[in-house]
């Protein structure tokens, strides 16, 4: 009979295995705290080795399941003007623009929530309260106009002949002829405030301004004929002599040439903007009995510089926003 009872009451281990299983496996179904802090990490145990589990981002999710809880990422607009909408539409106490006058890839950025002025405060437990994601953005690339690109791209690059004669001829719409005013090379009243500028750069520079005939024409024709006078300074004081050999380049007539060495371009700096006029030196270099040609667009800082200004000008306007020379915190 003993033996019958030890038997009746002895657990089955497969039993015990199943409910032991049951356990480990066993999950309940958490909600949202009643008032939870989403601003701070809420932590609870898990039954595998008690592992601590941080269920923020889940609590976060779940919050943000209809709705994002704060605004977030970065519109890319194709004009200025457009940027200044959203700006208007999206700004606050903090908002702030950066603008970026990068020669190649030139921005304005507006920062919706960008941190509050004033000192930052790291000792507080509660965090900074000047503080921000500064998540919320918008960006204009400036497009840089085909002209621009043309121009800088062939500037200080030397070209053969027929190199120049096929940029001028696709290009010919960007140059102007020198006005009356400037060929005289004086400066005065009566001259437009342009006109001075470009007078006084050729002045600076030793510079003749032509027009765009004579330039397709040594395109076409250009031949230099090169010769060598020797020359012998003598110091009567120390009996010293220099020889010295003049190279002078000429045309086929044998006189020396004259050939002007700057032109007048107006091209937009921006596609879509209005037209910079700006000085180009034009050089041509003999190596053997090749002649290379370079065009220099003079100083294109300044214009650029003149152009990125007044847009910047007119966001800052048309915003009230302060504007920063830069780039944004990433």
């Known amino acids: 009979m003993t033996n019958e009872t030890n038997l009746a009451t002895m657990e089955n281990p497969a039993v015990t295995m199943r409910d032991m299983m049951e356990k480990l496996g066993h999950h309940d179904e958490i909600e949202t705290p009643e008032g939870l802090d989403l601003t701070k990490p809420h932590l609870v145990t898990v039954p595998s080795h008690r592992k601590i589990e941080d269920l923020t981002a889940k609590h976060l999710a779940a919050a943000e399941h209809l709705k994002p809880t704060r605004r977030k990422g970065t519109a890319r607009f194709d004009d200025l003007q457009s940027l200044i909408d959203w700006t208007n539409r999206n700004k606050g106490e903090t908002s702030v623009l950066f603008a970026?006058?990068?020669?190649?890839?030139?921005t304005i950025t507006c920062v919706a929530d960008y941190h509050a002025g004033g000192a930052a405060d790291p000792l507080n437990p509660d965090g900074d309260p000047s503080a921000r994601?500064?998540?919320?953005?918008?960006i204009y690339d400036f497009p840089l106009s085909e002209e621009w690109k043309a121009w800088t791209?062939?500037?200080?690059?030397p070209m053969l002949k027929d190199e120049l004669g096929e940029f001028i001829e696709a290009n010919a719409k960007d140059i102007m002829d020198p006005t009356p005013a400037i060929i005289a090379g004086k400066e005065g009243d009566k001259n437009q405030t342009w006109e001075n500028r470009l007078i006084q750069t050729a002045q600076q520079i030793e510079g003749r301004y032509g027009q765009l005939t004579q330039l397709?024409?040594?395109?076409?024709?250009?031949?230099?004929?090169?010769?060598?006078?020797?020359?012998?300074v003598s110091n009567r004081d120390t009996g010293e002599s220099e020889i010295q050999f003049l190279n002078e380049h000429k045309?086929?007539?044998?006189?020396?040439?004259?050939i002007p060495n700057l032109i007048i371009i107006a091209i937009p700096v921006f596609m879509g903007g209005?037209?910079?006029?700006?000085?180009?030196?034009?050089?041509?270099?003999?190596?053997?009995?090749?002649?290379r040609f370079i065009l220099s667009v003079y100083n294109p800082e300044k214009a650029f510089e003149a152009a990125f200004k007044e847009a910047v000008e007119e966001a800052t306007?048309?915003?009230?926003l302060p504007t920063f020379r830069g780039t944004p915190e990433a």
């Open 100 to 106: 970026k006058p990068d020669l190649q890839a030139p």
């Open 133 to 138: 994601h500064c998540h919320h953005r918008a």
């Open 153 to 157: 791209a062939i500037s200080g690059e």
């Open 216 to 232: 397709l024409q040594m395109s076409r024709q250009f031949q230099v004929y090169e010769t060598s006078d020797l020359k012998v």
């Open 251 to 258: 045309g086929p007539d044998g006189q020396p040439l004259k």
């Open 274 to 291: 209005a037209a910079y006029r700006m000085p180009v030196r034009f050089r041509y270099r003999k190596a053997g009995s090749t002649v």
């Open 317 to 320: 306007e048309q915003t009230g």
